[in-house]
Nanobody
Framework: QLMLVESGGELVQPGGTLRLSCVVS????????IAWFRQAPEKEREGIGC???????RYADSTKGRFTISGDNAKNTVFLQMSNLMPEDTAVYFC???????????????????????????????WGQGTQVTVSS
């Protein structure tokens, strides 16, 4: 049974940094793509980015340059490093896992398709419960 557990969310001041963790159990990181999403109150779930089974990453334009996704295969954990946080980053942050591999698109040179699929909630089969990030002074 695949499970994802997020942690690391907390209250942080504007301009601060935070690292979220997503521990994956039941499968290894080289078999599922893992993505990060967030959902603010009364807003739709928003894709942040993803890491493929080969370690390739793609990001949504809204967070590109401030957020970085990485994976530690030994710990079966995916991280979301966030910097220069702003109040509009306040949300519940989720990680998700997908059987469909992004590398299938990347190997064909379908970069746009890969980027879109990376942040499409419907691509993902399993979700964690989320961790709250609040950015406020």
């Amino acid at each position: 049974q695949l499970m994802l557990v997020e942690s690391g969310g907390e209250l942080v001041q504007p301009g601060g940094t935070l690292r979220l963790s997503c521990v994956v159990s039941g499968v290894t990181l080289d078999s599922y793509d893992i993505a990060w999403f967030r959902q603010a109150p009364e807003k739709e779930r928003e894709g942040i980015g993803c890491i493929s089974t080969s370690g390739s990453t793609r990001y949504a334009d809204s967070t590109k340059g401030r957020f970085t996704i990485s994976g530690d295969n030994a710990k079966n954990t995916v991280f979301l490093q966030m910097s220069n946080l702003m109040p509009e980053d306040t949300a519940v942050y989720f990680c998700a896992a997908a059987r469909e591999r992004l590398d299938g698109y990347l190997n064909r040179g379908w970069e746009v398709t890969a980027s879109v699929m990376c942040t499409t909630p419907g691509k993902y089969d399993f979700w964690g419960q989320g961790t709250q990030v609040t950015v406020s002074s």
